[in-house]
């Protein structure tokens, strides 16, 4: 079923694409998994921010709404993120907070049901502590743009064993500056993301509300066989 979903997915993009522009897609986008391997998502910048934008201005994005729930529903993981830019003139200095290590971070997207489940695994370096930020939100298809849905969050769930030796609030904040657009917005405001690429086994988004506009995610989907 999710080969069959995929292969809907891909044959409906939007501008179809020539034999050499698939063969050039599929090498960008093989370059792309060797920079971002599985695990602790990255900072999208170098060569891997280049190829984002090579694949975005292919614009294989679905055609209508209906193809983008398709193409988007399912388990994803993150592999890199970029914040805008005055976000990461704003962001304090590494050294004033605790090291926190990001393990993982997964997104379980249902646009029929419109919900969204994310969920950070993390490590505070200083304790050897493993705990999760869980993020629950609505994630609708947006009325106007056949390529975009809008995220809402609902609530967050702290998991912890035992409390770290530094305060919650300083480890949070380590933990936001290495995370995407989706787990930053505050509760009940309404983001719209963009998909400005998609195929069987990659998405790439961006934010285009507010101070959060024009962030970067790149997604890979969880049960995909690419490394």
């Not at 304090?92 to 489940?117: F, N």
């Not at 300083?170 to 998609?198: C, I, K, N």
């Amino acid at each position: 079923m999710l080969l069959l979903a995929a292969s809907l997915c891909t044959s409906l993009l939007t501008p179809p694409a020539t034999s050499a522009a698939s063969v050039d897609r599929l090498a960008l986008r093989s370059e792309l998994l060797e920079l971002l391997p599985s695990g602790s998502p990255r900072a999208l910048a170098g060569r891997a921010a280049e190829i984002v934008e090579a694949l975005e201005l292919l614009e294989a994005v679905p055609a209508t709404p209906s193809f983008l729930s398709l193409g988007l529903s399912g388990a994803w993981e993150l592999r890199a993120a970029r914040a805008p830019a005055e976000h990461e003139e704003a962001a304090p200095s590494a050294a004033v907070l605790p090291a926190v290590e990001l393990l993982d971070v997964r997104q379980e997207l249902d646009l029929v049901a419109e919900k969204s489940l994310g969920v950070v695994r993390f490590r505070v370096v200083a304790d050897d502590l493993e705990g999760a930020l869980e993020l629950d939100a609505i994630a609708a298809l947006n009325a106007e743009r056949c390529d975009t849905f809008n995220f809402v969050t609902t609530g967050r769930r702290l998991k912890l064993p035992r409390a770290p030796t530094c305060a919650v609030p300083a480890m949070m904040e380590a933990l936001h500056t290495r995370l995407s657009h989706d787990f930053l917005a505050d509760e009940g405001v309404r983001l719209g993301l963009q998909t400005t690429y998609v195929d069987e086994a990659l998405r790439i988004t961006r934010c285009t509300t507010r101070s959060l506009a024009n962030s970067c995610a790149v997604h890979v989907r969880a049960s995909s066989a690419t490394p």
